[in-house]
């Protein structure tokens, strides 16, 4: 856990003095340097929920503790654009110790898809001196003292943002006091952010002693005490100030969990007893994956015996051999093969992974080398690309010195056919050719996620993309299997050049749809993909879904801080519409 906690800037006290507000100052001073602490990290998180304190000042509740389930942002009133309050209150908050000083707090919720809200949002404040904590204790000092409010956002469920949401505030408060109590009002920001640190230490570990809580949350917490305001973040939801000229700046620094190709957050080795048919294969290396799991009581962690995509643990002595390499090494299976044949395509893929067998032969069959100067297994060298329509012949496009077009990776984990930008743009333009420019909208169109969008009574007149591998191989790639999700007459290309409207990738990547057009076998050993048609031998069942149940289905099973990968490079990718 990595938890950050500064201090931002300090209020005039001409501003808290009673005087128009409208003529107070809010001014920058250097911030004390962030201080940090690192354990291992043990529930990332995906997405980022803003809590925001603002400057303006303005009626609101009198109540000496408010908590709302389900919000996920808090706000001083409205500034411009910036933040819509869910609601505001008309009765000021009492200052309890000196000049009277009026604030606004609201929130906006925002559930998403699920049937419970997993975010929670804490706001603490004192009504009166007879209510407040530090003045009970005679400490308090004669500007506010003890405002606190709070964002949980929270991920594979809601017991932890709930706990949080009850608990930490509180406990953030007491800490304070006690501070005050042993330094009285000599100290820095070092020692105040420590204290709050330590708060968020406690609760985690008091979350991880607690069986029932089986999921996590980020915490965000804004303190404002004795005219100073400091910030306290675990994870990466975000505080931010928006000043009354509408200008605003983030106050907290972004701590997050990043997934890279081929590894999770943890991995705790075991050796294992495998018994296949008649045999038994005595200690297996298998990688057990640790993290915020949606793994029910009692499940955790999760063993996943997949097959390794990286070229360092398919050889022969890696440290950490995949399950195939062990396999092979201990002659359960009799070859370095892994073949797939797909069945059904729905919400993933329904098939025959079939390991050790000799790989297929005939005139149907196409032949071709793996990269093996690849960190990844999976890689093939690509010389050119062509995309046609089915009545235009279309024009190659040339690797040359273009990086992106030097290799194509294999990836069953890939819901997505992800092309660079200069493929992408030839798809498009072969669509315009065959419908014409003048008429394309009636028949397909780019929406603003980048996304093509095509009618269902169309699929056949979508184009069809070559590649090229070396100066004779080549393979078809037809679009008009790279789709099945729909919304009434409309549905969308399962074919993107980048994540939402971001920049393109400019990666070139074949996931579920080429096994679902090909049967794909990998011969480790001596590097060589072999494609064939599963034409002759059976038909691909294409069930088509809505994007309800595509979401619901596949939607992140645990939050993470970035759109993560199950398998391979980027697998899973989502479209800015969640799917």
Known sequence: MTVSTSQFFHLGRSLLSGGDSE???????????ATSSESQPRRPTEENQDANIGDETS??????????????????????????????????????????????????????????????AAV????????????????????????????????SGEDASKYLQAHLGDAVLKAIHHLKQNHGQVWDCKTFGDTIKRCFVEQDSIILAEESIKDGSTATVVVFDDGTLFT???????????????????????????????????????????????????????????????????GQPSAYLGLSSRLTELRAGSRNPSFL??????GAIPNFTVDIRVS???????????LGDVLPQGEDITLIPLRKDSKLATRIAVSAVLVRSPSTSGTWIEANNMTEFHHVTVDTGADFTVVPEIVFEGIWAAIEDEFGRDRVGSYAYIDACHKIWFREDVVT?????????????????????????????????????????????????????????????FDFSRAIITLRSPKRQRNVVRKVTSPEAWNKFRGPLRKRAERQRRSGVWGLLRSCTGM
């Open 23 to 33: 003529g107070g100052s809010l001014g920058p001073i250097p911030p004390c340097k």
């Open 59 to 120: 009626p609101s509740s009198p109540a000496s503790s408010k908590a709302a389930s389900g919000v996920t942002t808090l706000a001083s009133t409205v500034v411009d654009d910036f933040v819509v309050p869910m609601e505001v209150d008309d009765e000021p908050i009492g200052v309890p110790c000196g000049p009277r000083m009026t604030l606004s707090i609201g929130g906006h919720q925002e559930q998403g898809s699920r049937n419970y809200q997993e975010d929670r």
């Open 124 to 155: 603490h404040y004192c009504q009166a001196q007879e209510e407040c904590l530090l003045y009970k204790a005679g400490t308090c000092s004669c500007v506010v003292s003890g405002l606190l409010g709070a964002v949980y956002d929270g991920h």
């Open 232 to 298: 306290a973040n675990c994870g990466d939801s975000r505080a931010i100030l928006i000043r009354k000229n509408s200008t605003w700046c983030t106050l907290t620094q972004v701590y997050s969990t990043r997934y890279t190709d081929g590894y999770s957050v943890k991995y705790v080795y075991r050796n294992v007893t495998l018994t296949v048919g008649n045999r038994t294969i005595k200690d297996l290396h298998v990688g057990l994956m640790i993290d915020g799991s949606d793994v029910k009581e009692g």
């Open 325 to 330: 390499q062990q396999l092979a090494e201990t």
């Open 344 to 354: 059904r395509v729905y919400h993933g893929l329904t098939g025959q992974l079939v």
């Open 461 to 521: 007149r979508l184009p069809v993309m070559v590649v090229r591998v070396g100066t004779e191989s080549t393979f078809e790639m037809h679009l008009s299997n790279h789709w099945h999700i729909c919304e009434g007459a409309w549905c969308k290309l399962r074919v993107i050049d980048r994540l939402q409207q971001d920049k393109p990738l400019n990666k070139f990547i074949l996931g579920t749809w080429f096994f679902a057009e090909y049967d794909v076998s």
